[in-house]
């Protein structure tokens, strides 16, 4: 049924609930059971989750797992990962004690500039704009004064506004591009803030500048807001170790794993359909880090893909080398990450999962949650150049099927032990559980 509805956001939640379940299920009280089996006992807690957003219903769960042995920069982490995806834990702790019997990962942040804009239109001589940009300048960060002190007293703080003729673009069409720095915060509301000041400050003064013909006093603002394309915001990951040292029980020798390992990476590297798949692998691992962290996955989704794009074609985000026998496998990606404020200080198992990891700055968190993604593209690599990936993908799928099917923990270790030794595929998976039920 296709209802509308006004005033729905006035509603009580059980108001909101009632309408929903009334208007949209066959059967209201299964979906309000199910609704209500997710709200949390705690009042509080479920009051906490209830206005992060609008019109909140229920929770909607992920699992936190943990990833541990990551050695990064000679100190170990275990890794929180909220992720629903099986096998991603388990590939990246895999990973983890691989790279952590080789020396363990190596970051280094490169750097942490972050970019907001105010985009306006002006239709006059170049020149003028130029000189009443120049003119303004030292007053746009002036008057921001008040949104920047707290973060100057810090370190941070907006380090250059830039007037920006996009003219050949479109008519009209110039920016404010202005670069931050804002130490442990992702920065969202800090620059956003600035860039809404810069504006007013921006197009009330030149009402009254001199150089501006009448018309030219007319700045149209359309738009301020930060860019999340942070290429100045970035983080590198690194493993090496000898070729030799490669070598573990897979049917494989270290020199050939070496060399399919770099013939992958390379095709990733040249062949778009194959990098955005070795690059949603990545993303695997860094946005479930991000995610358990209270970080934007979807800010560095947006960044990571558009950084991979760079270059005019979309490629790889990792690299590989073999030199004097020495294979090395390295990332390089731009990562806007905040560990106080937002949901940091709010969401008690994303401040659990920032103690996990020693309470991190943003430069420790960006080197990470990095290394994350560099582990996970390892693993992936090293499943699809050896064994395949489905092996142990499905191992994983079998348990989600088993649980599907609602097996009991005496079916679930028959069907374990059952599929060590046969190929797990769904339908075989539904065969032996009702095969097994008949015989019961
Ligand atoms: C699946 O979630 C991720 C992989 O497809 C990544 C890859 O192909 O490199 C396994």
Redesign the pocket.
Known sequence: MCASISGFSKLSKSKKIDWIVDTYFSNAEDAKRILKQYWNSNDKLQQLHDEFIENTITNYYLPLGVAPNFLINEKLYTIPMAIE?S??VAAASKAAKFWMDRGGFKTQVISTTKIGQVHFMYYGSTENIKNYFNSIKSQLIEDAKPITKNMEKRGGGILDIELRDKTEYIEGYYQLHASFETLDAMGANFINSCLEQFSKTFKTEALTFDGFSEEEKNIQIVMSILSNYVPDCLVRAEVSCRVEDLNEDKNISAEEFATKFLQAVKI?EVEPYRAV??N??IM?GIDAVVLATGNDFRAVEAGVHAYASRNGIYSSLSHAKVENGIFTFWMEIPLALGTVGGLTGLHPLVKLSLELLHHPTAKELMQIVAVAGLAQ?FA??R??TTTG?QEGHMKMHLMNILNQFEATETEKATLTEHFKTNVVTHSAVVEAINQLRINN
């Open positions: 995806e096998s991603v990733a798949t070795h949603k692998g695997n593209n992936a690599l499943s699809l990936i």
